[in-house]
């Protein structure tokens, strides 16, 4: 059976607490399916299931960084999440050198 859309939400949350504000990119293996894409708004293009477990979230690992999500919308397999990432710059993430 395939997850509701209030399960994948759930998923999306995990992934942002765990992989982005934790740095756990081994947690990406068991939140996101082969086929899952990211479309962020400050970079261009989708980004693969691939792609993501190799980010380099590890630079985020112990540093002050926090997600806050303000909307979750959901529908069938398809999740868009409103938000802000804050925290201090301290190492290179995704080819950009820390501010």
């Not at 806050?68 to 804050?86: F, K, N, Q």
Request: hydrophobic share 45%; glycine share 8%; net charge negative.
């Amino acid at each position: 059976m395939l997850p509701t859309a209030q399960e994948n939400a759930a998923l999306v949350r995990r992934f942002l607490t765990e992989v982005v504000t934790r740095g756990d990119t081994d947690a990406v293996a068991d939140l996101l399916v082969t086929g899952a894409e990211d479309h962020p708004l400050v970079f261009d293009g989708a980004r693969s299931k691939e792609t993501m477990a190799g980010l380099g979230w590890h630079a985020l690992a112990g540093a002050d960084v926090d997600v806050h999500v303000e909307d979750v919308i959901a529908s069938d397999d398809r999740v868009a999440v409103r938000g802000r990432v804050t925290g201090t710059h301290r190492e290179s993430l995704m080819d950009l050198a820390p501010t």
